[in-house]
């Protein structure tokens, strides 16, 4: 423990945490949109237990990333068709691209069913998914996620105390805000319908963050990641589009109710 409390571990905890949040919110996201899925009473505890067994995963898979490194970044196999696809794909990059293809396909069955007819959305919401499937869906999920900002730490510090208590921050942070986020998606369904394609966007940065991992090529053209700014500015443009029509609106239907009350 000596040397633990340092100044400088003290500004890399405040460091780490800020990431956490940062690279958390896309997690969070999913968290609330999969518990949507069971019965109403269950969704907050289902929320809760979900975050808390990630951060168990999590913290496991932290010390299995400082034990083990290389095996994740080592490639296991080769795609070698000459122009047409190339690339060398390790665990990580295999992970990341099946989550990101995992939560583009969620995302885009949640859209369908909104656009789907009544009866259909009716009948879909009876069949609502038991506690334990949602809670592996979670858990699993979180994995995926949790590379990018366990990577991100171990650039930081290679202290693992001072990881996992950002880590444990995190959760608390995720824990706190879950149920009101939660909440006001439940009484401003529009916003739903964002959150759906910033979900869908977050598989979109997935896929390329795998395919630039495994120096994926299609025709001789490298897959380039999605940055971190590019995600935050797009997410940005797309809640300005969202609350200016929202707004634009209001305003029409209020003209509306005007010109016929006169």
Not at 59 to 86: H, Q, R
Not at 153 to 165: G, P, R
Request: aromatic share 12%; net charge neutral; charged share 15%.
């Amino acid at each position: 423990m000596e040397g633990l409390f340092t100044l400088e571990n003290l500004f890399t905890l405040g460091m780490l945490v800020m990431l956490q949040a940062v690279l958390g919110f896309d997690n969070l996201l999913y968290i609330i949109i999969e518990s949507q899925r069971v019965e109403k009473s269950q969704q907050s505890k289902l929320r809760k237990t979900g975050i808390w067994m990630a951060v168990l995963f999590r913290l496991i898979l932290l010390f299995t990333l400082l034990k083990l490194l290389s095996y994740f970044t080592e490639p296991f196999f080769v795609l070698a068709w000459t122009g047409v696809v190339e690339g060398s794909f390790n665990l990580r990059a295999v992970v990341v691209l099946l989550g990101g293809g995992f939560i583009i396909y969620t995302a885009m069955k949640e859209i369908w069913h909104m656009l789907s007819l009544e009866d259909q959305m009716a009948e879909e919401k009876e069949k609502k998914s038991s506690f334990t499937t949602a809670l592996v869906l979670i858990v699993t999920m979180n994995v995926v996620f949790s590379f990018d900002s366990i990577l991100s730490a171990m650039a930081l510090t290679d202290n693992y105390i001072v990881m996992a208590t950002a880590i444990l921050i995190g959760a608390l942070m995720m824990v706190w805000l879950a149920d009101s986020i939660a909440a006001f998606l439940q009484k401003n369904r529009m916003y739903e319908v964002l959150g759906l394609f910033v979900l869908f966007i977050v598989g979109v940065m997935l896929l390329s963050e795998g395919g630039h991992i495994a120096h994926l090529k299609f025709f001789g053209h490298e897959i380039t990641q999605m940055s971190k700014a590019t995600f935050y500015f797009v997410i940005a443009v797309l809640v300005v589009t969202e609350l200016v029509q929202s707004r634009y609106s209001k305003k029409l239907s209020r003209l509306k109710t005007k010109n016929a009350q006169d």
